[in-house]
Each structure stands twice: as C-alpha cells, then as structure tokens.
C-alpha cells in the first residue's frame, strides 16, 4: 500500500487566493513526521513545513500552514495569498519514528500554477 | 554556509560505462540517503547510511552501489548504467536526533543513459 498519496496531479490558483494541497498517509507506527517540500522548475527541493504526529497544534511557517487532521490521517499543505513564484511541484513525505534518520516515503506529487 | 553538493550535476553517458556521482555534506550529519526522481513516481530511496560504513538499501537499490568511508561523503556508484536508470537524483543528509528535522537535499544530478 501507499504510504503517501497525493491525488492532485494539478491545480491552478489564481494570485492573491488560497489553495490547498491534499495529503493522506498509511502507517501504524504512532510516531512519524510529516512534511512537504516544493521544487521549483529549476529542480532543487526546499523543504517547507513539519507536523509531528504527536504535536497539538497544526504547524504554520509563514504563508504555509498545515492541516493535520490525525483521525483521517491526511495532512494538507494550505497556501495562503499565492504568488506567481508558488508556481511549483509539491510533494509531501513521512518519516515513521521521530528520528532524523528514518527513511522519508514521498507522494507522486502535485504541480501547483499560479495564474496572475 | 550549510549544505549537501553533489557533482556532476549533468551527466550524459553511454550504456554500460561506470560512473560516480559524488554527494558531499558539511553539517556533520549522520544520516545521508540517496533518491531518484521519475515523473510520475514521486521520489524514491536507493540506498541510505544511518553513519560511517553503516548503509542499507532502500526501495530501488538494483543497479546501484554506495559507499560510506568518511561521515560527510557518499557517493553512488553505477558498475554498468542503462538506459532505465536515466532520472533525476538527489543526495539528501540529515541529523539522527529526535525532532523536526529535515533532510537537505542536494541539487540534483540529471543523468541520461543512452
């Protein structure tokens, strides 16, 4: 089974709006961490924000903030007020355990465009 | 300034001869892993080492072959490429300590096999 699916291959937003990135993930181990990056055309990977599975509150770093709804295990990447250089590929990822050195599982992505 | 390089970052070669890209980080991190890159199929581990001569194969390691003498280099190995393992790869490190942290990736190496 998946470990992370992201079911939007695309999505458009319009410029100023806010958009939402859909993320569900499979694990029984109680502790994992989830995060999500953004890789822009000229291909590096930036990592964005992190959601432990033991942290009450959603995560938030800046404009992204995360939706992290344990029951339905999905944690969705919200961008608010879009930018023309959101305009990016987006991938969520979880780690089982709460180490640095656990193994990141990667969703197939979601390539968000930003319409001015 | 805190990062993973690897080198080349374009390569084109021919089937069946050997090559290394090199990954290199300066953050003392224990963790260092390899990826590949397929459209469509999301980012998927090769090879990782959670420390020096420790390393571990991931979900794709057929092919490939690793190496961990020192803690900030680990450099993937191809014996003989083909054109399947054309992708784009990425080297990422991380600390082996409880919490947030991240993996940095490198930049990305675009290998074409013909």
């Known amino acids: 089974a998946q470990k992370i699916t992201q079911t939007q291959p695309g999505m458009f937003v319009q410029e100023k709006e806010a958009v939402t990135l859909d993320c569900t993930y499979d694990?029984?181990?109680?502790?994992?961490?989830l995060f999500w990056y953004k890789q822009p055309s000229s291909g590096e990977m930036i990592f964005l924000i992190y959601?432990?599975?033991?942290?009450?509150q959603n995560a938030t770093e800046g404009r992204y903030s995360l939706n992290f709804q344990k029951a339905r295990k999905s944690a969705n990447l919200v961008i608010s007020a879009s930018q023309l250089g959101d305009s990016a590929m987006y991938f969520c990822?979880?780690?089982?355990?709460?180490?640095?050195?656990?193994?990141?599982?990667f969703g197939t992505g979601t390539r968000l465009t930003v319409i001015p | 300034e805190a990062q993973v390089t690897q080198n080349p970052r374009y390569l084109i070669t021919v089937t069946g001869k050997k090559l290394t890209v090199t990954c290199s980080q300066n953050?003392?991190?224990?963790?260092m892993s390899w990826y590949r890159q397929d459209p469509g199929l999301g980012l998927r581990q090769i090879y990782y080492?959670?420390?020096?001569?420790?390393?571990d194969k991931g979900d794709v390691p057929e092919g490939y072959k690793v190496s961990r003498k020192e803690k900030r280099n680990f450099p993937l190995i191809l014996e003989s490429p083909s054109p399947n393992q054309t992708s784009l790869y990425f080297c990422?490190?991380?600390?082996?300590?409880?919490?947030?942290?991240?993996?940095?990736f490198g930049p990305g190496t675009r290998l074409t096999v013909t």
């Open positions: 990422a490190s991380s600390y082996d300590r409880t919490g947030p942290y991240e993996q940095y």
């Open positions: 694990t029984s181990d109680p502790s994992y961490g």
């Open positions: 959601q432990g599975s033991y942290d009450q």
């Open positions: 990822a979880m780690r089982e355990g709460l180490t640095g050195a656990n193994n990141l599982f």
């Open positions: 953050m003392n991190h224990e963790y």
């Open positions: 080492s959670m420390n020096v001569e420790v390393t």
